[in-house]
């Protein structure tokens, strides 16, 4: 099926700011990016990039004053839910590719080294690397109670001892949890349309969730839903939120408006018939 992503905001600021921008979805995932545009208001240079991840990042200078920003894309992704696995084994921290060593380390909002006791008091009874990681996502989705606003920049230490966040602090203690538990486990962000699901009436934004390498392959987990969900069209990974946050301004740079969509489409749909 498809689906259309894509996002608009503003910055205001009273001098120029050098910025780094993660709009634009990764190509090699789940998804095909059929068709996109995107626009900057006033024209600036726009240089775009791959990070350490493999991210596409754009890199601007904003000029003194208002600057506005689109992106709009259709992308194909699979008609079906996220894959559910419950009987593949966890990797050994031995085979373990060398690349993906960097994932199971603490990191700033995944400070997973003050996990560890918990997590295997918690956890470290489960057999199975799938059955194990979705015992986390149980125990999250459970006891974590999600707030709308109640965090800014959290780690996932802070909010697990809050016990309340947003989409963020659930995939930051996803991968904390699961760090803790030795598996190689990433931080996520994208667009999520509401396909299948009860209406939301809240304002659409970017979501977070995590990925967790297990028996050869990153596997998809969500603790704030905590089930398969259709239609991910992935923007970046890393470490943690610092890693792929969407906007990045090197400077006093104060967002003004955002709006992100992401929706099905029909399979006929254009961006140029619904600009």
């Known amino acids: 099926m498809r689906v259309r992503v894509g996002c608009s905001f503003s910055y205001d600021s009273q001098y120029p700011i050098p910025m780094l921008l993660a709009l634009r979805p990764r190509q090699e995932y789940h998804h095909r990016i059929i068709e996109e545009n995107w626009s900057i208001n006033p024209l600036v240079s726009l240089h775009e990039y791959q990070d350490g991840f493999g991210n596409q990042i754009w890199r601007l200078k904003a000029p003194a004053g208002r600057l506005h920003i689109a992106y709009d894309a259709i992308a194909e992704v699979p008609s079906t839910p996220d894959p559910t696995l419950p009987n593949l084994p966890k990797t050994l921290v031995e085979e373990i590719p060398d690349e993906f060593l960097i994932y199971t380390l603490p990191s700033r909002h995944c400070p997973s080294d003050l996990f560890i006791n918990d997590a295997w008091q918690l956890f470290g009874h489960i057999e199975g690397g799938w059955a194990q990681v979705q015992a986390v996502c149980d125990w999250l989705h459970t006891n974590i109670t999600y707030s709308a606003g109640s965090t800014s920049n959290t ?27 030795n598996f190689p486990a990433r931080y996520v962000c994208g667009y999520l349309p ?25 596997r998809t987990f969500d603790a704030r839903h905590n089930r398969p969900r259709i239609g991910r069209v992935l923007i970046a990974w890393g470490r943690d939120a610092v890693d792929v946050a969407f906007a990045t301004a090197f400077g006093n740079a104060l967002l003004t408006d955002f709006k992100v969509w992401a929706d099905q489409v029909e399979e006929h749909v254009a961006l140029s018939s619904i600009r």
């Open 155 to 181: 780690s996932g230490w802070e909010a697990y001892q809050q016990r309340k966040g947003v989409c963020r602090d659930f995939a930051h203690l996803g991968v904390s949890f699961c760090r803790a538990l």
């Open 194 to 218: 509401d396909i299948n699901v009860p209406f939301d009436p809240a304002p659409m934004d970017f979501h977070a969730w995590f990925e967790v390498y297990i028996d050869g392959a990153w």
